[in-house]
């Protein structure tokens, strides 16, 4: 069992950047690729990124890739999001979420039910 705590989110003006943290508690936080989501209101869960146990892979959707890295440290079992030259349609909950490694093929990792643990999510609000 993994559980997942999101933080790190707020308030910002168009063009500045946040990250986002998010601490996993459990075992086996090493073997776990970890995704960040994103729910606008009224819009659907959408992947933003994934990362994979080692660090070594990353993949971005295309609306934040150049702008937000995803990155981890497993001695801490921790995964971060940082989000550069932010804009307003990037306001929403985010959220990461856990699954267990099956693959190094992580592009195939960006759907809800790919995940099986998630955490509350954070709010990240941007106003122009």
């Known amino acids: 069992q993994v559980q997942l705590v999101e933080s790190g989110g707020g308030l910002v003006q168009a063009g500045d950047s946040l990250r986002l943290s998010c601490v996993a508690s459990?075992?086996?936080?090493?073997?776990?690729?970890m995704g960040w989501f994103r729910q606008a209101p009224g819009k659907e869960r959408e992947f933003v990124a994934v990362?994979?146990?080692?660090?070594?892979?990353?993949y971005y959707s295309d609306s934040v890739k150049g702008r937000f890295i995803i990155s981890r440290d497993n001695a801490k079992n921790t995964v971060y999001l940082q989000m550069n030259s932010l804009k307003p349609e990037d306001t929403a909950v985010y959220y990461c979420?856990?699954?267990?490694?099956?693959?190094?093929?992580?592009?195939?990792?960006?759907?809800?039910?790919?995940?099986?643990?998630w955490g509350q999510g954070t709010q990240v609000t941007v106003s122009s």
């Open positions: 990362i994979y146990w080692t660090g070594g892979l990353t």
């Open positions: 459990g075992r086996g936080f090493s073997r776990y690729t």
């Open positions: 979420a856990a699954r267990e490694t099956l693959s190094s093929a992580i592009y195939a990792y960006t759907g809800i039910d790919d995940y099986k643990y």
